[in-house]
């Protein structure tokens, strides 16, 4: 198995801590995008099997490749070598953090939205502008597609403004993509419509908690199961308004030729965990693969459950409303949360997917070891806390997780250990 983690030496200082990082790394590796392309896509013949469905090519005269977010770099050089040459032509938005640096491939921004991710949408809608019904089109749909999608200026603008109110509101995942849809003309299954009328195989990479893949990247090949009212009640929770918002298509003929797969989620990483663990001798929990709450709330639903030599898994993301500009992620916040909660012989870890946590770290390791080291060095995790500085109250401590970019991204991982 690969070490992800890229100064595991330096953190793995008892057995405890080697058992716990083993598990995240096995997480990660059950998620490598390039690995996954290689388990459920194949050729026999003229014959394209993407998981359990099975496509035949003859019929098309092109097959065209696009994809957008966090995975599409590794996805589409995976499919490359599957079809080769029978790949007809090739537009990707990838994540700027880790390109490609491929022709057809254009670096995008996110989590904000920006002009130039406007600028590359237009050239791949260009791209697509002719295709007929003997065309197919293999889309790759990702985490961070939601900002590197995005179709009109107004758009970018109005979601650079939500994101900033989400941070500040503490809005969920399923409610920001909900408002990001009702901005959007090709969010919501809009790209569904600009692809018509061609033979349409999503590729979904879901980075959502639990199962709401119609929520990956805004779901630009889903039928929208939402209204412009649900994106009105979304913004009126928490009082946010000056929001312009239209209709997604709604008309079946749009996605009559479409077939949307789910090729990864952090379901799949969680049982990878939960499989290394009885490996290593601990019972095995999958609390829930669709967590979002507040960081206290969570740990202490993860401990409820622990017992000795026991192993609790969850997906998801921390809820946290930002107040302050400190450095750091919900992951590195929700970790330091954790160290005051922790009984002496238990070990939490969160950790981005994507191996970036806001900061160019994953995540953090917080135990018995971390609280000393804090102790002795007189930091003060609350004050941390408030000022939302929990990368340098890590890097001080030497519980700072790097990964690197995964090139994945199936939302947070968790794990509490308990010997």
Not at 267 to 285: F, P, V
Not at 377 to 393: C, K, M, N, V
Request: hydrophobic share 40%; net charge negative.
């Amino acid at each position: 198995m690969r070490t992800w983690i890229t100064n595991a030496t330096e953190l793995a200082s008892t057995p405890h801590r080697r058992d716990a990082l083993a598990l995240m790394d096995a997480g990660l590796e059950a998620i490598e995008t390039e690995a996954i392309i290689e388990r459920t896509v194949s050729m026999d013949g003229g014959r394209l099997t993407v998981g359990a469905h099975r496509f035949d090519l003859a019929p098309f005269k092109r097959i065209c490749l696009i994809g957008l977010g966090k995975t599409a770099c590794p996805a589409s050089q995976g499919l490359r070598r599957i079809l080769g040459d029978r790949i007809s032509s090739e537009v990707i938005i990838e994540s700027a953090k880790s390109p490609c640096g491929r022709p057809g491939h254009l670096p995008a921004t996110h989590p904000l939205p920006s002009a130039q991710n406007v600028a590359h949408t237009h050239t791949l809608l260009e791209a697509c502008a002719d295709l007929k019904k003997d065309d197919l089109v293999l889309v790759i749909v990702s985490g961070g597609g939601s900002a590197m999608l995005c179709g009109t200026d107004t758009e970018y603008k109005q979601g650079q403004r939500l994101y900033a109110d989400a941070l500040r509101t503490g809005m969920t995942i399923h409610e920001l993509n909900v408002v990001r849809k009702h901005l959007s003309e090709l969010k919501g299954g809009g790209l569904a419509h600009a692809l018509y009328p061609a033979q349409i195989i999503g590729l979904i990479f879901s980075d959502v908690p639990g199962t709401a893949y119609d929520m990956v990247a805004s779901g630009p090949t889903w039928p929208d199961p939402t209204t412009i009212r649900d994106a009105q009640a979304a913004l009126g929770r928490y009082d946010l308004t000056g929001y312009t918002l239209q209709e997604t298509p709604k008309e079946p003929q749009w996605f009559e030729r479409i077939t949307n797969i789910v090729l990864a989620s952090n379901r799949i990483a969680l049982e990878a965990m939960a499989q290394q663990a009885t490996m290593r001798g601990y019972g095995a929990h999958i609390l829930s693969d669709a967590l979002y709450d507040d960081s206290a709330h969570i740990i202490t639903r993860m401990r409820k459950q622990a017992s000795p030599r026991t192993a609790i898994l969850s997906g998801g993301e921390f809820r946290i409303i930002v107040t302050k500009k400190g450095k750091g992620g919900r992951n590195t916040q929700a970790t330091l949360t954790a160290l005051d909660l922790l009984a002496d012989d238990e070990l939490f870890i969160a950790l981005a997917s994507d191996g970036l946590d806001n900061t160019d770290a994953a995540g953090a390791i917080a135990d018995l070891i971390t609280y000393e080291k804090a102790r002795t060095r007189e930091l003060d995790a609350t004050i941390a806390l408030e000022e939302f500085e929990s990368y340098p109250f890590f890097e001080k401590t030497g519980d700072l997780i790097f990964t690197g970019p995964t090139e994945a991204n199936v939302s947070d991982l968790m794990l509490l250990l308990k010997e």
